[in-house]
């Protein structure tokens, strides 16, 4: 399947828009490889652009700037939507970084092009609504888990919201975005091998 036919299919699925009304962002959807490594958005930067994961891995992590230490917040990965949100709604720079965790291609829009699609079409807004929802959730659901959640049920809801992430990308950015350090990690995938 296409990347554009694949993104066809996931807005239907998420929005349940028509093919007449996704044929009018035709002319704006890009492809963009990304090599391991190359930032989808950077620290300061605002970012223009939203993406759509056709393949691959994204982290979005703060960095401190004193201490240098990396603090991993958001993972996106197949057939996910990626960008800076805040960033992106606001056009103003962003706090994080968003880096390609490996090989991976998107299709990406610029704001200006999706702004003219809101204007044409109230499934373009429906989109819109819904990637905001998507947004404020992530997020959420990111900062109450660390108040209500053991990072054993942490690390069990990452395998479902990423299957293939622990084959992937190296274990410390996974203990990083759990919260705990690598030896707990490691406890937390035996008892799970363990338990199943």
């Given at each position: 399947?296409s990347e554009i036919k694949?993104?066809?299919k996931?807005l ?11 044929a009018l962002?035709l002319?704006f959807?890009?492809?963009k490889q990304y090599?391991?490594g190359?930032y989808?958005?950077e620290y300061?930067n ?7 994961v056709i393949?691959?891995?994204f982290?979005?992590?703060?960095m401190?700037?004193t201490t240098?230490e ?13 960008s800076?949100?805040?960033?992106f709604?606001?056009q103003?720079?962003?706090?994080y ?5 490996v090989?991976s291609t998107i299709?990406?829009?610029?704001i200006?092009h999706l702004?003219?699609l809101y204007?044409?079409s109230?499934?373009?807004e429906?989109f819109?609504r819904?990637?905001?929802?998507i ?5 959420m ?5 660390f108040?209500?959640?053991t990072?054993?049920q ?7 919201l990423h299957?293939?992430?622990f084959n992937?990308?190296?274990?410390y ?8 350090q690598?030896?707990?990690l490691s406890?937390?995938r ?5 338990k199943?």
């Amino acid at each position: 399947m296409s990347e554009i036919k694949l993104l066809e299919k996931a807005l239907q699925k998420l929005t349940g828009m028509d093919e007449k009304e996704f044929a009018l962002s035709l002319p704006f959807w890009q492809v963009k490889q990304y090599k391991k490594g190359e930032y989808y958005n950077e620290y300061k930067n605002v970012c223009k652009h939203l993406g759509f994961v056709i393949n691959g891995i994204f982290r979005t992590y703060y960095m401190n700037e004193t201490t240098g230490e990396e603090k991993n917040m958001l993972f996106y990965s197949d057939h996910q939507i990626v960008s800076a949100y805040k960033s992106f709604i606001s056009q103003t720079p962003c706090n994080y970084y968003t880096e390609s965790m490996v090989d991976s291609t998107i299709l990406y829009i610029h704001i200006d092009h999706l702004q003219e699609l809101y204007e044409q079409s109230h499934q373009w807004e429906r989109f819109g609504r819904h990637v905001a929802e998507i947004a404020f959730n992530l997020v959420m659901n990111h900062t109450e888990d660390f108040l209500f959640k053991t990072p054993e049920q942490r690390y069990v809801e990452l395998l479902e919201l990423h299957p293939g992430i622990f084959n992937t990308i190296p274990l410390y950015h996974i203990a990083s975005y759990l919260g705990i350090q690598g030896p707990s990690l490691s406890r937390i995938r035996k008892r799970m091998l363990n338990k199943g």
